[in-house]
């Protein structure tokens, strides 16, 4: 069983930044293709950025420009560097590894942004 978990959600205010990480635990994050995914009130979760095992990164049109996804093999770590935050950007962010083609899923930051 791989544990995932998000940190470093908070409150930003429109224009601003966050910086959100989320750690997989195991000897073989190399191999994890991770992705971060959100899930505003009363909507769906969606994809937001995913980064593949190999360093290839995908984002999707809402993020594009804005967001930049990341990863330490290292430190088992996959960061979402957020800039330009929008009031529509408020949601639960949620990491994930898939290893195999199995998901593990975090628990989720709540990221606001509101002045």
């Known amino acids: 069983q791989v544990q995932v978990v998000e940190s470093g959600g908070g409150l930003a205010q429109p224009g601003g930044s966050l910086t959100l990480s989320c750690t997989a635990s195991?000897?073989?994050?190399?191999?994890?293709?991770m992705g971060w995914y959100r899930q505003a009130p009363g909507k769906q979760r969606e994809l937001a950025a995913a980064i593949t095992a190999g360093g290839r990164t995908n984002y999707v049109d809402f993020v594009k420009g804005r967001f930049t996804i990341s990863r330490d093999n290292a430190n088992n770590v996959v960061y979402l560097q957020m800039n330009s935050l929008k009031p529509e950007d408020t949601a639960v962010y949620y990491c994930r590894a898939t290893i195999d083609l199995m998901n593990f899923w975090g628990k989720g930051t709540l990221v606001t942004v509101s002045s």
């Open positions: 195991g000897s073989m994050f190399s191999t994890y293709h």
